[in-house]
């Protein structure tokens, strides 16, 4: 269960940014001037045991901004999150991958940032390269896999990190789609399992296969708020309207 | 402080790593990182013992290992400091404590300078020097080091996400530091009206009680350590002070 009351982010943006102490000092006498963002503007959400939320909007909307607050990355200006049970981040996959580093290494490595301890990653690790299909190049190098193949040691390793709450950032859209047919699978047992899913996506079937309900945001607000097949509707209809 | 084992896992992990890059990225990895001490142990030698003629005893260990606990000092709290702002990409990734990160960073270059002076030992048995009982002492002095290394480390690498000239500033102190540190030269020849300022530089302090433990089989009186380790405590005390209170903070600087 996770459920966030009013979220508020903003961020001051300069006009001018000062990065070092030497500009700060010089740039006493000439106060800053700020124009303010506002990432998130009073976003609400509740999500139960075993239901997933989808979250969509064009980009620069708040998706990100959302997940890393409901992730405990970074810290909201004002409103509250709450949850219940172990809280599991996708927000990038392959985190701290290496391409100097073999397959093995990488695993252990992403696999202890999830989380993990060494020896959960230990007893999963078969799991992990059998999901990811690369049971030959478990020794090579990563910098010598294929995009695909790279793209499959991330996620099978990332599912490793068990929990209560995901909050995935588009992390679905990898490899063929004999392998994007598995990732499905491992979400809807996830689901089944009473697991609570907040998917950031703009794959919008991704959205309407996967998803509960859904909201939609646009420039820090929550437009709209929905079953998936309404909410998405209205978020294409509104995206035709858009001239380039 | 206290961490937990899925904490210590990754701690080791992230420090293992960083020390397998810097020294698989070429075959003769370990040999190219004592090259620079061994350059500066030549030049320094030259100029200060055959051109000069100072008189230090065991002149070539003394300066050796001066210039191994300085490079370890100055390695350890630049890569320390810039820690966390280069692995901003796990920062703004996942949830976990900002601070393995400078952890993680410590142990790297704590792993380096064990190396070094494992080659220091060789170096040791072919001048002939020996070692006595002081030596057990040793662990202790590389831990006030280590604390210390870690509360700069931790203190200015919080700064620096937001001030990126802070490494600049430090490095250009740490020449000057290379010089107010008895590295080629001894403790002695400070005036005494200064020596009492002079002392108070935590390196010098470490610097001098390892060169009595391992090369003149004595050691510094109990007050005297009790003074670095509370220099050297304080240290890490006031830069993880400093850390945590600017933790939130870090994702949204780096």
């Known amino acids: 269960m996770i459920r966030a009351k009013d979220l508020v982010k903003k961020y001051k943006i300069p006009h001018e940014r ?4 030497f500009e700060t000092c010089a740039g006493l006498l000439s106060p800053l001037t700020y124009e303010t963002l506002w990432a998130l503007d009073g976003v609400s959400l509740a999500v139960g045991d075993g239901e997933a939320l989808g979250v969509i909007g064009a980009n620069g909307s708040g998706k990100s901004t959302l997940l890393r607050i409901l992730a405990g990355i970074i810290r909201q200006d004002e409103g509250t ?23 093995k290494e990488n695993v252990f490595l992403n696999g202890m940032l999830m989380g993990l301890t060494r020896q959960d ?12 299909e690369i049971e030959n190049f478990v020794d090579t190098k990563l910098k010598n896999f294929s995009s695909g193949m790279y793209a499959r040691l991330a996620f099978s390793t990332a599912i490793q990190a068990r929990g209560d709450v995901y909050l995935v950032d588009e992390v679905l859209a990898v490899g063929d789609i004999g392998f994007q047919e598995k990732c499905y699978r491992v979400f809807s047992e996830f689901k089944k399992e009473g697991k609570t899913l907040v998917i950031v996506s703009h794959n919008m079937s991704v959205v309407r296969r996967l998803c509960d309900n859904v909201i939609y945001l646009e420039s820090g607000r929550v437009e709209m708020e929905g079953s998936p097949d309404s909410v998405v509707a209205a978020y294409e209809e509104k995206l035709k309207g858009v001239t380039f | 402080m206290a961490l937990t084992r899925r904490e210590l896992d ?16 070429s075959k003769l990895g370990f040999v190219w990182s004592f090259l620079n001490p061994l350059m500066m142990l030549t030049t320094l030698y030259v100029v200060f013992h055959l051109l000069m003629r100072s008189n230090i005893e065991q002149y070539p260990l003394f300066l050796l290992l001066g210039i191994i606990l300085w490079n370890y000092f100055a390695e350890s709290t630049v890569a320390g400091i810039a820690a966390v702002s280069n692995k901003a990409p796990l920062i703004n990734r996942i949830r976990f404590r900002k601070d393995i990160i400078v952890f993680a960073s410590g142990l790297t270059t704590l792993l380096s300078f064990t190396l070094n002076m494992i080659v220091f030992a060789v170096f040791m048995l072919v001048f002939g020097a020996g070692l006595s009982w002081h030596v057990l002492y040793l662990p202790v002095v590389v831990f006030q080091f ?4 870690l509360g700069i480390s931790f203190g200015l690498g919080a700064v620096y996400t937001r001030y990126h ?9 740490l020449q000057i530091g290379f010089f107010l540190t008895p590295i080629f030269y ?14 108070l530089n935590p390196v010098t302090r470490i610097i001098t009680s390892a060169r009595e433990l391992i090369l003149y089989h004595q050691m510094a009186d109990a007050g005297s350590q009790v003074v670095t380790f509370v220099i050297c405590a304080s240290a890490l005390a006031g830069g993880y002070a400093y850390f945590r209170s600017r933790r939130d903070y870090l994702a949204d600087e780096v």
Not at chain 2, 165 to 173: A, G, Q
């Open chain 1, 18 to 21: 000062r990065t070092t102490l």
């Open chain 1, 81 to 103: 999150v709450e949850t219940k049970g172990r809280l599991v981040p996708f927000l990038e996959l392959g985190l701290g991958f290496c391409g100097e580093l073999t397959a």
């Open chain 1, 121 to 132: 990653v230990r007893d999963r690790f078969d799991e992990i390269i059998e999901f990811a």
């Open chain 2, 10 to 25: 990754l701690i080791a992990e992230l420090a293992w790593t960083d020390f397998k890059m810097r020294y698989n990225s």
């Open chain 2, 146 to 149: 280590l604390m210390l290394t």
């Open chain 2, 165 to 173: 000239d802070t490494k600049h500033i430090w490095e250009v102190l």
């Open chain 2, 186 to 199: 001894q403790v002695g020849i400070i005036p005494p009206e200064y020596a009492g300022a002079y002392m």
